[in-house]
C-alpha cells in the first residue's frame, strides 16, 4: 500500500512566522504535489515536483516556497505565515509508471490555522 | 469557465438509491480521467479511473463521454457508507501534464 505521511494534522502559528509542512511517501514516486483545499474552491495546486531537486509552480504559488532534497520527502515552506493562508494542505505522490500512472495518493492533510 | 465543473449538490438520497454525478471539462486534449471519494475531514481517495469504453466497480459505474466532453458516475443501491464528497479529476497536456480537480459533488444517503 502506498503510505504518504505529513508532520502535523493541525498545526496554530502566528502571522509572519516561518512554517514548514513536512511529507514523505514511501513508494518511490517521482511525483510529489502539495495543494491547499479551502471550501467551495476545491483542490488548488501550489508546487510540484517531478524529480528530486526539481520544482514546478502550480496554480497559487505565491507565498510559498517547496525543497525537495531527497526523492521521497518534499517540504512546503511559508516564509512569512499569513491569516488567507490558513488552509487544509493536502500533499499526494504519483509515479508515470505502471498501471498506477497519473493516480495520486494523498497524505492526511495538515490543517493550518494563522492566527 | 473552469476547466473541470461538477454540481455541488448536495444530493440527497434514500438508502438503496441510484444517484448519477456528471463532471465537465473544457480541454478537448484531456487523456485521463478519475473518480476520486473524499470522506468528511479526509484526504482525497481514488474510487476509479474512468476508461473510454466504461467501467463497472461492483455499485459504481464511470463513463466518458468525449464528444460532449464529460464523464459520469453512477451508484446503485446506495448505501449510507457512500455519503462523501465526489471529485472528478481530469489529466490535460499542459507541457507535461495537468492534473485538474473539480470542486467535488457532496452526497448524504439517509435511512
Known amino acids: 500500500d502506498v503510505k504518504v505521511t505529513q508532520s502535523s494534522r493541525y498545526l496554530v502559528k502566528r502571522t509572519g512566522e516561518k512554517v514548514f509542512l513536512e511529507c514523505v511517501q514511501d513508494m518511490d514516486h517521482e511525483n510529489m504535489f502539495w495543494y491547499r483545499q479551502d471550501p467551495g474552491l476545491g483542490l488548488r495546486l501550489i508546487y510540484f515536483s517531478y524529480d528530486v531537486k526539481m520544482k514546478e509552480k502550480g496554480d497559487i504559488p505565491e507565498g510559498y516556497s517547496v525543497s525537495r532534497e531527497k526523492k521521497e520527502r518534499f517540504s512546503l515552506i511559508l516564509e512569512s505565515a499569513s491569516t488567507n493562508q490558513t488552509s487544509m494542505y493536502l500533499c499526494?505522490?504519483?509515479?508515470?509508471?505502471?498501471?498506477?500512472?497519473?493516480?495520486?495518493?494523498f497524505g492526511p492533510g495538515t490543517r493550518l490555522t494563522v492566527l | 469557465r473552469k476547466e473541470v465543473e461538477q454540481d455541488p449538490g448536495p444530493f440527497n438520497v434514500p438508502e438503496g438509491a441510484t444517484v448519477a454525478f456528471n463532471c465537465t471539462y473544457s480541454n478537448s486534449a484531456s487523456q485521463s480521467f478519475f473518480w476520486y471519494r473524499q470522506d468528511c475531514r479526509k484526504e482525497p481517495k481514488l474510487l476509479m479511473s474512468?476508461?473510454?469504453s466504461g467501467n463497472e466497480d461492483g455499485r459504481f459505474t464511470a463513463q466518458l463521454n468525449r464528444a460532449s466532453q464529460y464523464i459520469s458516475l453512477l451508484i446503485r443501491d446506495s448505501k449510507l457508507s457512500d455519503s462523501a464528497t465526489y471529485l472528478c479529476v481530469v489529466n490535460t497536456p499542459a507541457g507535461g501534464f495537468k492534473t485538474i480537480f473539480g470542486a467535488g459533488t457532496r452526497l448524504f444517503v439517509k435511512a
Open positions: 474512468v476508461y473510454s
Open positions: 499526494a505522490s504519483s509515479t508515470t509508471s505502471g498501471t498506477t500512472g497519473d493516480t495520486q495518493y
